[in-house]
């Protein structure tokens, strides 16, 4: 499947800042309303700006973007539909949430209430959005339960990797936000670990023979294509990844969040400058881990449609 | 609505075509055919980019590819080869109209023709993620998907005449490899045709049950590959008659 920039820096940026959104309502969960409130603010808008310049950025893969306010119509029976009701429904919940954290609405009562709805919602939204590639039936590779759990394990990774780098600008000492950002992070890399070792080991169920339902007069390849140029399907299904480059790559995404792993935890050891320096260092690990992963996520996915186009098997 | 309609009532229409595997000759008449009705149709317009230059793409409803079929003993009587057309197989249960997030993409109740509506689609390209045929191609001026509509602007249009009421890749097949009618019906034409010649589905595997059938290619009659056989050594003697010596004297002088 083809990459699509609009589509990775989406799912990228919503995902860390539905992370980011679930961790601070699990921080006032446990500690009530905020203690520090320029972090708590901060921490907030920047989930805004994520979950916001994500969805925005999902608009850039529409041919008729004006129309996209159609997409709420058909949750009944369609994931991506879903996944817009819910990136929706999630705002009123989180700012009514940002607010009483914040204390500019005086009941706290309700607190806990609207911070158990926000995560609630924002684990939803993206679990809707593994949903869209994980119920096609389509592309094998993304049939595996590994797809839903990656995308949430990774939103909750790259979410608390921001968190991290958050506590360690207002010099919050927290050590425990340190080891839960390095635990999902290391958490992320097994993920997909776990993802890669199953599609290399699952067998290639269909091949051109079925396909084309001419296996049983023999072995079939294809011996014209319908046209000389590319079309719309071989572009959008066709691409392929050479396997030496999708070995490299799968490396630098293992090695990208263990290492913002441990620029976390090393950054729980020191203060001031130097923490926030490893902060953002993490947050770039983990950025550019996630990135890659996302493009690889599609890059290695193969359609079934290419068996029309000569594929020996998908 | 993408929930699909209700189509499980026995009787229920499904407008499909069958295709004759054994009878294409891959002309791509079709194909042409489709495209010129259909950028002046339901779908116009179907563009091109580069239409006339050396890399044109752009959306064709009908693709005719053309595959090479080896048999084990293919050593003797050589490989074949297969055209074959492949459109939108108007699922019974299809995930193309239920993936789409706007109801653009949807299955008609009343004959099972899917469809996309061109003024409600967003241009978000899930549905042809969904199809395993490729048969939705994405028109990338227009900004929305385009498919097959079993040309729902021809079978119903008083204004042509009653045998320009089908689709037009059927009525274009100069050899009669496509066939157009109710697969609902087990008394239909279309339907007598697939049970006698073994009418399959494509990729039934899949699940989403297309109502479009293919016809197998038939068996190979052995004298057809018999040429082929025939060495130079094993070709027939001629007998002796008065006519064939003369031939055969004919044939010397020549080639001298």
Redesign the interface.
């Given at each position: 499947?083809r990459p699509a920039y609009s589509v990775i820096i989406f799912t990228a940026a919503s995902g860390a800042g539905y992370g980011l959104l679930v961790w601070l309502a699990l921080t006032a969960l446990f500690h009530g309303p905020a203690a520090n409130r320029w972090f708590a603010a901060s921490g907030m808008l920047l989930a805004l700006t994520l979950v916001t310049a994500g969805l925005l950025s999902s608009t850039f893969?529409?041919?008729?973007?004006e129309?996209?306010w159609?997409?709420?119509?058909?949750w009944?029976?369609?994931?991506?539909?879903r996944e817009?009701v819910f990136s929706i429904a999630a705002y009123p919940a989180t700012i009514l949430f940002g607010a009483l954290w914040l204390q500019l609405m005086p009941w706290t009562a309700i607190l806990f209430p609207a911070a158990l709805l926000t995560i609630v919602l924002c684990t939803v939204t993206v679990y809707c959005t593994a949903k869209?590639y994980s119920?096609?039936?389509?592309?094998p590779q993304w049939r595996d339960p590994f797809v839903d759990i990656g995308y949430l394990v990774l939103s909750l990774a790259t979410g608390a990797a921001l968190l991290a780098f958050l506590a360690a600008l207002f010099g919050l000492n927290a050590p425990v936000i340190g080891r839960l950002a390095a635990a999902s992070l290391i958490a992320g890399a097994i993920c997909k670990l776990v993802y890669w070792r199953r599609i290399d080991a699952a067998p290639r169920r269909?091949t051109?023979e079925?396909?084309?339902?001419?296996g049983?007069?023999?072995?079939?390849?294809?011996?014209?294509?319908?046209?000389t140029?590319?079309?719309?399907?071989m572009?959008?299904?066709g691409y392929s990844i050479a396997r030496k480059h999708s070995t490299r790559l799968r490396s630098h995404v293992l090695a990208a969040f263990p290492m913002a792993a441990a620029t976390i935890l090393a950054a729980t050891l020191v203060t001031g400058t130097l923490a926030v320096a490893l902060g953002i260092v993490a947050v770039i690990c983990a950025g550019l881990g996630v990135l890659i992963e996302r493009w690889l996520f599609f890059a290695e996915a193969r359609?079934?449609?290419?068996l029309?186009?000569g594929a020996p098997a998908a | 609505?993408?929930?699909?309609p209700d189509t499980s009532a026995p009787g229920q229409k499904k407008l499909g075509l069958v295709i004759d595997?054994d009878i294409c000759v891959?002309c791509?008449a079709c194909?042409t055919s489709c495209k010129e009705w259909n950028t002046q149709g339901y779908s116009a317009p179907l563009t091109d980019r580069d239409p006339y230059g050396s890399?044109?793409?752009?959306?064709?409803l009908n693709?005719?590819?053309?595959?090479?079929?080896?048999?084990?003993d293919?050593q003797e009587t050589g490989?074949?080869?297969?055209h074959?057309p492949?459109s939108c197989l108007h699922c019974e249960e299809p995930?193309c109209?239920?993936?789409?997030?706007?109801?653009?993409s949807y299955k008609r109740a009343e004959d099972g023709i899917v469809l996309v509506d061109p003024d409600?689609?967003?241009?978000?390209?899930?549905c042809?993620?969904?199809?395993?045929?490729?048969a939705?191609?994405?028109?990338?001026d227009?900004?929305?998907m385009k498919k097959c509509t079993l040309c729902v602007d021809r079978i119903y249009n008083e204004n042509l005449e009653p045998e320009d009421r089908e689709p037009a890749c059927v009525r274009a097949c100069p050899t009669g490899a496509r066939f157009f009618g109710d697969l609902g019906d087990p008394e239909s034409p279309v339907s007598q045709l697939v049970a006698e010649r073994g009418g399959?589905?494509?990729?039934p595997?899949?699940?989403f049950k297309p109502v479009n059938k293919?016809l197998?290619?038939r068996p190979r009659r052995p004298e057809a590959t018999a040429g082929e056989q025939t060495s130079l050594e094993e070709r027939p003697t001629y007998s002796d008659s008065l006519a064939d010596r003369l031939f055969s004297w004919a044939d010397r002088m020549l080639s001298r």
């Open positions: 499947m893969h529409l041919g008729r973007p129309r996209a159609r997409a709420f119509s058909q009944r029976s369609s994931w991506l539909s817009g869209i119920s096609l039936p389509t592309i269909y051109i079925q396909a084309t339902g001419l049983s007069l023999g072995s079939v390849r294809q011996w014209e294509p319908p046209h140029g590319e079309n719309f399907v572009r959008e299904m359609h079934l449609s290419m029309y186009y | 609505m993408t929930s699909l595997l891959g791509h194909a890399d044109p793409m752009g959306p064709w693709r005719i590819h053309s595959y090479e079929v080896q048999a084990p293919s490989s074949r080869i297969v074959f492949r995930a109209v239920t993936v789409c997030p706007t109801g653009a409600t689609c967003i241009g978000c390209k899930l042809s993620w969904a199809c395993p045929y490729g939705r191609e994405y028109d990338y227009d900004g929305v399959f589905d494509l990729l595997e899949t699940g293919y197998p290619p």
